[in-house]
């Protein structure tokens, strides 16, 4: 008789319930024609308001951007760092998950996780609140993170300029953000900018696809979080009408991607999760960037689901942010 291989891993009772909880409740907004019940929705996503009285040793504003399409940043400003790096402090521009269509910087599990990001790298983090599909589809997420960087470039922000070293930008995401950061660094490459350089960009399980269904796709279809009946409604929602899953800002290194190995693209880490059934895709990714001829890195963690970073009690996570830490110190120093 084959053994039953679980698809949960093995994980306290508090991030087990929550990533229930959260899938249940991404599902019961999303009503059957295709749109989201946002009402409801802000009922459930308990928002964080910013805080300027530092808490512990980061302070953060609320920077608007473009009030008509409600395009802002979370800045997140270290009050006193140990770590020096010459210059000035590092900036982190992070986009975060939600399959395009869910959560904001202000989420108190990103606006948490954003923090931890702050104070444990010494560096500044631009939460990035971008638009949501399906209201803002294709390509309006990679536009807003677009924007976003030409804003930072050319506008001097209070309290930020004196402290920041735009020379030494990284790229953040994770999950449907790690995607978004992938395609805002190709609309990136075509421009110049008079002040930002992004010299590292960190891919958190990132969330890509294609029409081919991944062997982790079909064999972790009761994982947390994550199956394929919520991924490919996300890719209805958010990429245009008529288009499959093998579109270039789904499948990445797909038939219909473009060669980007004449580009100019940062040293990419990606981090993969055990239980993810996205992992296929997300080591094809790994994958497409060294085939291109980037300098790419990948860690696993054999019992992570997705979005397992944003439990500061998992093993891994903490895992994570050391990893991130030297693969930043390993750019600056380049």
């Not at 981090?271 to 994958?287: A, H, M, N």
Request: charged residues 20%.
């Amino acid at each position: 008789m084959a053994q039953k291989v679980s698809q949960w891993p093995d994980l306290p009772w508090m991030p087990k319930l929550i990533l229930s909880i959260a899938a249940f409740l991404g599902d019961i907004t999303r009503r059957s024609d295709g749109s989201i019940n946002r009402s409801l929705l802000r009922f459930l996503d308990f928002r964080t308001s910013p805080s300027k009285k530092p808490i512990k040793g980061v302070k953060t504003t609320d920077i608007t951007i473009d009030k008509q399409r409600n395009l802002w940043f979370r800045l997140y400003t270290p009050t006193a760092t140990t770590t020096t790096y010459g210059g000035g402090l590092p900036v982190i521009f992070y986009f975060h998950g939600g399959g395009f269509a869910f959560m904001a910087p202000n989420s108190k599990h990103y606006d948490d996780f954003c923090y931890r990001l702050a104070r444990k790298l010494s560096s500044i983090v631009i939460s990035v609140n971008y638009r949501l599909a399906p209201e803002h589809p294709y390509p309006c997420q990679y536009d807003d993170g677009f924007e976003t960087l030409k804003f930072v470039d050319n506008s001097g922000i209070e309290g930020f300029s004196s402290q920041a070293n735009l020379r030494q930008c990284f790229m953040a995401g994770d999950s449907a953000g790690s995607n978004i950061v992938h395609n805002v660094i190709l609309k990136a490459s075509k421009y110049e900018f008079s002040n930002v350089k992004i010299i590292g960009n960190i891919s958190i399980q990132p969330f890509f696809g294609g029409e081919e269904r991944t062997e982790s796709e079909l064999r972790l279809t009761k994982a947390p979080f994550v199956n394929m009946e919520r991924t490919d409604w996300i890719w209805r929602s958010l990429l245009p009408d008529g288009s499959n899953r093998d579109h270039p800002a789904a499948n990445v290194f797909g038939p219909n991607s473009d060669d980007i190995s004449g580009v100019e693209f940062p040293a990419t880490i990606v981090f993969v999760g055990g239980y993810d059934p996205l992992q296929d895709w997300q080591k094809r990714y790994y994958e497409g960037l060294k085939k291109s001829g980037k300098e790419a890195y990948m860690v696993e963690y054999p019992n992570a689901p997705h979005i397992f970073y944003l439990f500061p009690e998992l093993p891994e996570s903490s895992l994570l942010i050391k990893e991130v830490k030297d693969f930043m110190l390993k750019q600056l120093a380049t």
